[in-house]
Each structure stands twice: as structure tokens, then as C-alpha cells.
């Protein structure tokens, strides 16, 4: 169960009053802020609504020579990323930042950039795909990306952004993990609401932080020159490709120790997955992002009435948790898998797909509903929430499923 | 420009110890790449790092594990050659600033294909933000690298396996686009044009875009007997040949002020030029003489625009 | 390079260390005509030096050339431009 560590239990743990500031800042200027206190070098960013006022807050800082960065007012996102990525390889420390449209034009750098192994950190205010053009929350832009080899974490709040930001560092910067990340924020829901937040002194950051450059594990060097991003053909891509995805899966034990450092630091609790009320619960529901919190709320409220709920959100979504997600649902009767995706013929949404690969295995299978819902950022009403709880309980009582995938708060 | 170190000869340019493209790379026999990037490399101090479009250049040079270049190089995509540099320039700057490393010269390679038509906005992008770096775009006049397709650089009446020279439609109907002309539009401070059979005059280019605080453009003209189909012994040839029929006119563009290098007072008949080229033999068929003329015509008409840009 | 890495050999990205490695890569077997240089005729001009693609020609401290067989590619460019025809181009095998 997560834990929000209040201040005063701080100071009783000993921990000294001016090191914990509260303060109210919108999604997008947690990121800034969180960005600003890391120190980076370099920041290429284009901006894009959901996303601006990370880029806005940022040429803010570095035009009032609060931070020493170089801030590159690039024309395109694909040149974004293309900027970010040159940078990375001197071994600086750089951000980007995006959303839908944007990250789509920059696809074909994110494979470029996780082979290369470059710790690149990028925010991706999730918005949605067009046509239509839409700028409201989807997670059409975090999908898209899921296979291009990127650690990727889901913030469900404000604190949550500004946290898993500054882990990102810690991760991408981790000689063990060498991977970039993306931190995740819903588009609107997190990236343009203010809220209530606990964030360290500059001094803290720098001190959680590496202080030294170069950061990339070979970078560009005078003294012992590599060429980088040679023509790998059908005699080594497939070694190169496989040792990036040995990689990934080792980098998982890493990512849980940086939860783990970062947790002890800030006093508020990481980990991978986050569970409410699932030891003895007969079905489970499971969101990505902001959906998680309301998701909690209705789930209390339904346990007050005897209901056996739960509620499951994933923080670490790539390298995927398969073994706490196994342990937490194998003996669930029925599993919602909740998707801000539109299925567009495939088995299931993303998610879901995740989720039924990692049970396949099992000799006793929850059974899987797929919900899609929240496309371009339309509201899920607590009604309508509480309904996808009551089916899934139905289902679990008769032990019989109509659909496999429902859409929820759609006009017929 | 002052303080630059210019050479008057080709006994000036450094020697061998100086070389920092390695043999064994898997370019055509007699390509008219190489030979340039040998000169810029020497022209152009340690320490230095190479940024480099897809193409040509790039793939026969780094086939995994072999790699020709002695000196940092990388490769990103296709048409982000300058917004890479543009990222590595402005890494160094913040880590020569707040690390105290040292600035390097950055170099940026990139085909006509990566240049004048996926990486324009790249470079417009990379011109615009005034970087501190050499963009050398060399030209063979089409996308050599996949097949000989044609680019926006390939010149009227050419024919590339994309616009071949039919029975309806004899090879490439549209004009070649301008690089110099763009990259001044920027308003930078130092463009030009370079062929390979002016070695002198490609090195001492290299030295004052390599002087400039900002960003210089350097167009190269790359022989390429392979998609021109001419002989490789004449890739040098057909370089002065490009110079002397006013078809590759050089000239160098500092801070607006326009300057023919060599000017060319009588030209040589474009056929000279033409014939050495498969790709432009049936150009010389009587039934295309209306092209001809109007290859002609765009000859004749870009040099006279140069001639009254010097004089302004 | 007879053996080839295993997944576990390459560097990170499928970067190339201690370059140049591309001098394993001996491209003189892609000829079919082999230039021959009569030093007496040669003046040192430095021309071939200068426009050889590889570079396969060495320059020596005198500025008197040498043909690298390993790399030449048999163009013939330094035939082409050499002014006191020096370098004659003759079939390899010969």
C-alpha cells in the first residue's frame, strides 16, 4: 500500500523542517522544475500542447540564468530528439519533452535512441492520437513508444511527475541500466491542473544526482575516438538487438533499487506496482496513469459495502513487471484491464495484451476483461466506474463473460 | 576574413600523418567523395568531431565492426545531420561552460539527399539557430546511395531511375535547386562552392568556414561514376569539366558579398561535359534538343545572376 | 576479422572501438587494372596524392609517392591526372 509521509512524521524521524517544501504547481511545472533542479545541459523541446508550459517554464529558468543549460529552440520534434541525442553522446545531461503528434514525428529517433543506450529523459504529456486532431488524454503517444525500448513510467499525480521525473535521471544515469526513459503524465488531467506537492531543496537533487560528466558510458573522446551509428547489417544487427533486450530485462532490478534509494530519500514509497486491497480480493482493476486514483476512491467506497475489490496501477510499465503482476493475480477470479487506447483489431488493447501474456502461462487464469475508455480525454463518471466494478463482480459470481472487451462512456 | 591560415599550394597540405580517413572503405572505385573528405579533415584542426547524414558516405565507410574514420563520428538518421550536430555543438558548449571541456570543431556531412530535400528543414532549423559548425553537403546529384534516384539536386535533363529518360518524358523536367542560395537566405556569414578539381581552393573554403563563429555552408560537386556512368579514371576530369562549361560555377558567398573564384570567361561547350555521362547521353539525341537548351538556358541564366550579384 | 562477435562481445549500440578498423578490409582485391609508377618520371607534384579516393598512394617526406597495392581500388584517377604520364594502368595479373 503507498504512503504519503506527512511532514511532521518527517521531522519526528529527525529529518530537518526546511528540506520539505509543500507547494501547488500544475504537471507540467513539476516537470520543469524537477528538470531545473537536475541540472541538465541541454534541452531540445518543441513545443505542443499538452506540453508547453514545460518548454515555457524551462527558457524561463534558463533566460533568468537560474539554470546553466543550453536551450535549443528547436524547429520540429524530430529534430528535438535528433538534438537531444547528438547531446547525450557527449555525455551531457539532456531533456526533451512531448506529446501525440510530436512524439510521432520523432518515432523513428526513439529506436535510435535506445539502441544507442543514451540516457535521455523525456516527458510525454499523453494526448491523443489524430484524426481528429485532439488535444485531451489519451495513451495513444505512450503506446506507440512502449516497443521502442524506453523505460517507461506512469505518473498517476502532480507528485508523482515531479518524483518520477527525478528518477528518470537516476535511472538513465545508472551505468548498470543505460536505457532513456519517459515519464508519462495525462495530458490535462496531470499537465495543466495544480495541485498540492512536496519537493526537495536544490540541494537535495544535486546531492541524489551523479555530479560528474561525462554520463554515457563511451562518449565522444579525442583521446579514444568510436564511431557511432555504423551500418549494422544482417551478419550483427540481430547480436546488437539482442544484447539491448538482455538489457532491458536486467535493468529491471536496477530500476526497483532506484525506487528503492529514492523511496528511503523523499520518505514517499516507489515501487514498480501499486496495489490497494488485493490480498483477498475476488477481481481486480487495473489502470495506467491518473484513472488509478479515481479507480482507489470508488474501490474504498465499495469495500465499506463488503465488496471484495481491488485496484492495481503500474508505475514501471517498461521493462513490465511481469512477476509482481503474477503473484498479485493469480488467484484473482476476474481482472479489468483498463485502456486510454483505441483497439483497433488487435486481441486486446495494449494493456491488456501485457497482461493476458504474463498469465498465459498459469495453469488457473483470472478471467480478462478489456474496458477502453477516456479517448481524447472524456471523462469516466464515478457512476460509470462503479458499473465496470459491479460487472466484473456479476461476471465473477455467474463465472460467465458476454464480451471481452466493453467500451465505457461512449454515445451509441 | 582575417587570420586565417590559407595554403597557395597542393605541397601545402599537410602529409600523411595528417590523414584521418582510413583506406578499406567500401566507396566506388573513383568516387569523388573521399578525396574531399580527406582534404576537409586535414584542413580543419583537432579536436573534431563528424556528424553524418545516411547515405553515400556514411554506410560504405561504417559497415559494423569496420569503420574508416579515425576520429569521433556519428550517425543518427537520414535527415537530421544537422540538428545532431546541432545537439553535440550545443553540448560542448554547456560542458566547456560548466565543466570547463574542451570545444571541438564540428563537421557535418550530408548527401544532396539529405540536404536538399529530408534534411532541409533540419539545416534551415540548424542555420537559423546559428550553431558554430561546417555543413558540407556533397552532391552527386541524386540518391546514389539507394539507387540512383533523383533528388532535388539532380539537374535538369538528367536521368535517375526515378526520372528516366523515357520515351514521353526524356529524364528529370525540373531545375536544380539553389543550396548557396538558401543557405544565404539565412543570412549566415559564409557559403561556397567547391569541386574536386580545385583542390586549393576546397581546402582554404574549409579554413574560412571552419574560421566562421557560426555556421558555414560548403557545396561540394561529388563525381559519382557510378550513377553518372562515366569512367572513374575521369572522376577529376569531369570535375573541371563541371567548373569550366559554367555548369558548376565556383563561387563563395561572405556575409552577403558575392565572389566568382574562377571566373570562367569562355566557357566550354556543355557537350564536353555532357558526353563524358551516360546519364545525360540522350540529352545529345536530337529529339531532346528543347532540353538541352533549357539545361542550357538555366546555365547560362544562374551565371549571369551570379555575375550581377558581384557586382552589387 | 575471420570470427565473428557474439552478442555478448559488442560495445554498447553497436559502436565501433579502436578505429580505423576498415584497414582489415584489404579492398586491393576489388581490381582490375593496377597502376604502375616510374619514379623517373615522377616530379613530385602530388597530384595523384591528392585526388586518390582511398587514399591507397603514400606521401613520403620528399613528396615522392607510393602505391598501396592492399587498397588501391584500380580507378585509374591517378593515371588520368598524372602530367608527366608516370603512372600507366595495366591489367592485374600482368
Redesign the interface.
Known amino acids: 500500500m503507498r504512503m504519503y509521509v506527512q511532514p511532521k512524521l518527517l521531522l519526528w524521524l529527525g529529518r530537518v523542517n526546511d528540506m520539505v517544501k509543500r507547494i501547488g504547481l500544475n504537471g507540467d511545472e513539476a516537470v520543469a522544475l524537477a528538470v531545473k533542479q537536475a541540472n541538465v545541459d541541454v534541452i531540445a523541446a518543441y513545443p505542443i500542447t499538452p506540453q508547453t508550459i514545460i518548454v515555457e517554464r524551462l527558457s524561463e529558468y534558463v533566460n533568468n540564468g537560474e539554470l546553466d543549460a543550453e536551450f535549443v529552440p528547436v524547429e520540429s520534434e524530430h529534430s528535438a530528439l535528433s538534438t537531444v541525442v547528438g547531446a547525450a553522446l557527449t555525455g551531457a545531461r539532456v531533456f526533451t519533452a512531448t506529446a501525440s503528434q510530436g512524439l510521432a514525428l520523432m518515432y523513428e529517433i526513439l529506436w535510435i535512441a535506445s539502441s544507442l543506450r543514451l540516457p535521455i529523459v523525456m516527458a510525454l504529456a499523453n494526448r491523443a492520437f489524430s484524426a481528429p486532431i485532439n488535444i485531451h488524454c489519451s495513451h495513444d503517444d505512450a503506446m506507440a513508444a512502449r516497443d521502442a525500448g524506453w523505460i517507461e513510467l506512469f505518473s498517476e499525480s502532480v507528485q508523482e511527475v515531479y518524483d518520477l521525473t527525478l528518477q528518470a535521471f537516476m535511472m538513465v544515469e545508472d551505468e548498470n541500466i543505460m536505457l532513456p526513459a519517459i515519464v508519462n503524465l495525462d495530458g490535462f488531467i496531470l499537465s495543466h491542473s495544480l495541485a498540492d506537492l512536496y519537493v526537495f531543496d536544490d540541494q537535495e537533487v544535486t546531492n541524489l544526482l551523479r555530479k560528474d560528466r561525462p554520463l554515457y558510458k563511451l562518449p565522444i573522446d579525442f583521446k579514444k575516438p568510436a564511431t557511432y551509428g555504423p551500418l549494422g547489417l544482417y551478419d550483427y544487427y540481430m547480436e546488437i538487438k539482442k544484447q539491448q533486450a538482455v538489457a532491458m530485462r536486467n535493468a529491471y532490478k536496477y530500476i526497483k533499487e532506484v525506487f528503492q534509494k529514492y523511496s528511503e530519500v523523499s520518505g514517499r514509497e516507489y515501487s514498480p506496482v501499486k496495489t490497494y486491497e488485493v490480498e483477498d480480493a475476488e477481481i481486480v482493476v487495473i489502470a495506467l496513469g491518473s484513472m488509478a486514483g479515481n479507480l482507489r476512491t470508488i474501490a474504498k467506497s465499495l469495500r465499506k459495502r463488503g465488496k471484495k475489490v481491488g485496484v492495481i496501477s503500474l508505475t514501471l510499465y517498461r521493462p513490465f513487471p511481469e512477476d509482481i503482476i503474477l503473484k498479485t493475480l493469480k488467484d484473482i477470479n476476474v481482472v479489468v484491464v483498463m485502456d486510454r487506447f483505441p483497439n483497433f483489431g488487435a486481441p486486446g488493447g495494449p494493456l491488456f495484451e501485457d497482461i493476458s501474456a504474463t498469465l498465459y502461462h498459469l495453469k488457473k487464469r483470472p478471467m480478462l476483461l478489456n474496458v477502453i475508455y477516456g479517448l481524447g480525454g472524456r471523462e469516466t463518471s464515478p457512476k460509470e466506474i462503479e458499473n465496470i466494478f459491479e460487472r466484473a463482480l456479476k461476471i465473477s459470481k455467474e463465472g460467465v463473460m458476454e464480451e471481452k472487451e466493453i467500451w465505457v462512456g461512449v454515445r451509441e | 576574413m582575417n587570420n586565417v591560415k590559407l595554403i597557395k599550394t597542393?605541397?601545402d597540405?599537410p602529409?600523411?600523418q595528417y590523414?584521418q580517413?582510413?583506406?578499406?572503405?567500401?566507396?566506388c572505385?573513383?568516387?569523388?567523395?573521399?578525396?574531399m573528405v580527406?582534404?576537409v579533415l586535414k584542413a580543419v584542426p583537432?579536436?573534431k568531431?563528424v556528424?553524418n547524414a545516411t547515405g553515400c558516405l556514411?554506410?560504405a565507410?561504417?559497415?559494423?565492426?569496420?569503420?574508416?574514420?579515425?576520429?569521433?563520428?556519428?550517425?543518427?538518421?537520414f535527415?537530421?545531420a544537422a540538428?545532431?550536430?546541432?545537439?553535440?555543438e550545443?553540448?560542448?558548449?554547456?560542458?566547456h561552460?560548466?565543466?570547463g571541456?574542451?570545444m571541438?570543431h564540428v563537421i557535418v556531412f550530408g548527401g544532396d539527399g539529405g540536404t536538399f530535400d529530408i534534411g532541409l528543414?533540419?539545416l534551415?532549423?540548424a542555420l537559423?539557430?546559428g550553431h558554430d559548425f561546417i555543413y558540407i553537403c556533397y552532391d552527386n546529384e541524386a540518391y546514389m546511395n539507394t539507387g540512383i534516384q533523383r533528388s532535388g539536386a539532380t539537374p535538369r535533363g538528367a536521368a535517375t531511375t526515378t526520372s528516366p529518360a523515357g520515351k514521353v518524358i526524356p529524364g528529370k523536367m525540373e531545375r536544380k535547386k539553389s543550396l548557396i542560395e538558401i543557405a544565404v537566405a539565412h543570412g549566415i556569414e559564409y557559403a561556397a562552392t567547391a569541386s574536386?578539381a580545385y583542390?586549393v581552393d576546397l581546402f582554404n573554403k574549409i579554413r574560412k568556414a571552419d574560421a566562421v563563429k557560426g555556421p558555414a555552408v560548403i557545396h561540394y560537386l561529388a563525381v559519382c561514376?557510378t550513377g553518372w556512368r562515366s569512367?572513374?579514371?575521369?572522376?577529376?576530369?569531369i570535375a573541371r569539366l563541371a567548373v569550366l562549361t559554367r555548369m558548376w560555377p565556383l563561387y563563395e558567398v561572405e556575409n552577403g558579398k558575392y565572389k566568382i573564384n574562377v571566373f570562367i570567361k569562355n566557357p566550354r561547350p556543355i557537350e564536353d561535359y555532357l558526353k563524358l555521362q551516360g546519364r545525360f547521353r540522350h540529352l545529345l539525341k536530337p529529339e531532346n534538343k528543347w532540353l538541352l537548351e533549357k539545361l542550357k538556358q538555366d546555365v547560362e541564366s544562374f551565371w549571369n545572376y551570379l555575375v550581377s550579384k558581384t557586382k552589387e | 576479422m575471420s570470427k565473428l562477435k557474439g552478442w555478448r562481445e559488442v560495445a554498447i549500440g553497436g559502436t565501433i572501438l579502436n578505429v580505423p578498423t576498415s584497414l582489415e578490409y584489404e579492398t586491393g582485391s576489388w581490381r582490375a587494372l593496377k597502376p604502375i609508377l616510374n619514379q623517373e618520371k615522377c616530379v613530385k607534384c602530388l597530384l595523384c596524392w591528392v585526388y586518390c579516393p582511398e587514399p591507397a598512394i603514400h606521401r613520403h617526406e620528399d613528396n615522392s609517392v607510393e602505391i598501396d597495392y592492399k587498397f588501391c581500388k584500380g580507378c585509374g584517377i591517378c593515371e588520368n591526372v598524372c602530367p608527366t604520364k608516370a603512372i600507366t594502368m595495366v591489367r592485374e595479373g600482368e
Open positions: 597542393i605541397r597540405i602529409g600523411d590523414e580517413l582510413a583506406p578499406g572503405h567500401r566507396l572505385a573513383g568516387c569523388g567523395v573521399s578525396a580527406r582534404l583537432d579536436p568531431v556528424i556514411e554506410v565507410t561504417t559497415i559494423y565492426p569496420y569503420s574508416s574514420w579515425k576520429i569521433p563520428w556519428v550517425h543518427n538518421a535527415e537530421n540538428a545532431t550536430g546541432s545537439g553535440i550545443a553540448a560542448f558548449k554547456a560542458l561552460r560548466k565543466f571541456k574542451k571541438p528543414q533540419s534551415s532549423g537559423e539557430r574536386l583542390p561514376p569512367d572513374p579514371a575521369l572522376t577529376v576530369e
